[in-house]
C-alpha cells in the first residue's frame, strides 16, 4: 500500500457549515461533535453549522476546528486498512494530532485548546500585534528585514515556513505596519495582512506558551501510536520533551516545509488533509508537485480514498 500522511489544518480553515454533512450522515462523527459540545458546554453544531459572528474569534476558532478535524478523522479511520505513516499538525493542527495518535484523552485535549485560545487572546491583548503572509521574497532579505525591524521598531520574525513560495511574519503593530509600507525591500511580491487577533508564534505569545508548558507538564499523557512531526522542530515527537515543545509551539515559527520535506524523503507519496478546507493540500503541492494530496473536508470526499488506498 502506498505510505501516506495525515496533516490536520489551523487556525484559518474554518467556514460556515464545517463538518456539518459528516455531522448528519457519520455516528462517529456525530458522537464526537456531541460529546464535545458537553464537556465544553458549548453548542459546536450552532458555532460549527450557522452563519453566525462568533466563529472567527479566537477563543472559538480554535476548539470548532479540532471538533471537526477529530470528528471528520474518525469517519475515516476505520476506512483505511494501513495506519498512516505520521501525522502533521499546521499550528493548532498539532493538536488534533495528538489526540488522534492517543497522546491525550479527548477531555484532555479539549481543556488544553479551551485554555491554550483563553491565554493567547489574552497575550494578544497584553502584547498586542498581527501577522502578514509575503508571497515570494529572498529569505535572505526577509531575515535580515525582521532583525532590523526588531532592532528599530519593534518585533518582527517569520513565524510560518509553508512553502518556498510563502512565509508568513509576525510581530508588534507598529513593525507589521512598517513591513506593510516596505516589503518590496525583501523582493517578495506580495503581503497580505491576516484576519487574525495576535502575532502568533512569536515571542509576543511568550506568556501563554509559559502558561501550556505548565500546565501539560502536570497532566497524564502517553507514547503516540502513530509517530507526529512536531512544527517547532520538523522533527519527530520525544514524549520526554512533550512539555517543553507545546511551550515552543506556542511562541516559535511553523516549520511546516521542513516537516513535509522530511516525510517525502522518507517514502511518503501522499498527503490526506482532515479537517475543514484544503489550505494544506495546496501548500504541500507547492512544496513538492509530483506528490498526491487529497482534502477531506464534506463527506462526498470520502469516495477520493476508495481507488488509493
Known amino acids: 500500500m502506498i505510505k501516506y500522511a495525515i496533516l490536520f489544518p489551523g487556525q484559518g ?16 462523527s456525530k458522537a464526537i461533535y456531541d460529546l464535545a459540545s458537553q464537556i465544553l458546554g458549548v453548542d459546536l453544531k450552532s458555532l460549527c453549522f450557522e452563519e453566525n459572528d462568533m466563529l472567527n474569534q479566537t477563543i472559538n476558532t480554535q476548539k470548532s476546528i479540532v471538533v471537526t478535524s477529530i470528528a471528520i478523522y474518525k469517519a475515516i479511520e476505520m476506512l483505511i486498512p494501513e495506519k498512516p505513516y505520521a501525522f502533521v499538525g499546521f499550528s493548532l493542527g498539532e493538536y488534533s494530532a495528538l489526540y488522534a495518535s492517543k497522546v491525550f484523552s479527548l477531555e484532555l485535549i479539549l481543556d488544553l485548546i479551551n485554555k491554550r485560545s483563553i491565554w493567547m487572546q489574552e497575550a494578544s491583548i497584553l502584547n498586542p500585534g498581527s501577522m502578514v503572509a509575503l508571497q515570494g521574497g529572498d529569505i535572505v532579505l526577509i531575515q535580515d528585514f525582521c532583525d532590523k525591524v526588531t532592532k528599530e521598531i519593534g518585533n518582527l520574525q517569520i513565524s510560518n515556513f509553508n512553502s518556498p513560495q510563502q512565509k508568513v511574519l509576525s510581530g508588534t503593530n507598529l513593525a507589521i505596519e512598517y513591513l506593510l509600507e516596505n516589503f518590496q525591500e525583501t523582493k517578495a511580491k506580495r503581503a497580505v495582512k491576516l484576519n487574525v487577533s495576535g502575532a502568533f508564534h512569536s515571542p509576543l505569545m511568550s506568556e501563554a506558551a509559559s502558561k501550556m508548558e505548565k500546565l501539560v507538564s502536570i497532566l497524564k499523557y502517553y507514547s503516540p501510536q ?51 478546507g484544503q489550505i494544506l493540500s495546496s501548500l504541500v503541492k507547492k512544496i513538492d508537485s509530483d506528490v498526491k494530496t487529497i482534502s477531506i473536508s464534506e463527506i462526498s470526499d470520502l469516495s477520493k480514498l476508495e481507488d488509493i488506498l
Open 226 to 276: 502513530i509517530p507526529i512531526i512536531m512544527n517547532t522542530n520538523a522533527s519527530y515527537l520525544d514524549i520526554k520533551r512533550l512539555p517543553e515543545l507545546m511551550k515552543k509551539q506556542i511562541e516559535t515559527p511553523v516549520l511546516f516545509e521542513d516537516s513535509i520535506r522530511l516525510l517525502i524523503q522518507e517514502g511518503v507519496s501522499l498527503f490526506i488533509e482532515v479537517g475543514p
Open 13 to 28: 480553515a474554518q467556514f460556515f457549515g464545517m463538518g456539518k454533512s459528516f455531522y448528519e450522515q457519520n455516528r462517529e
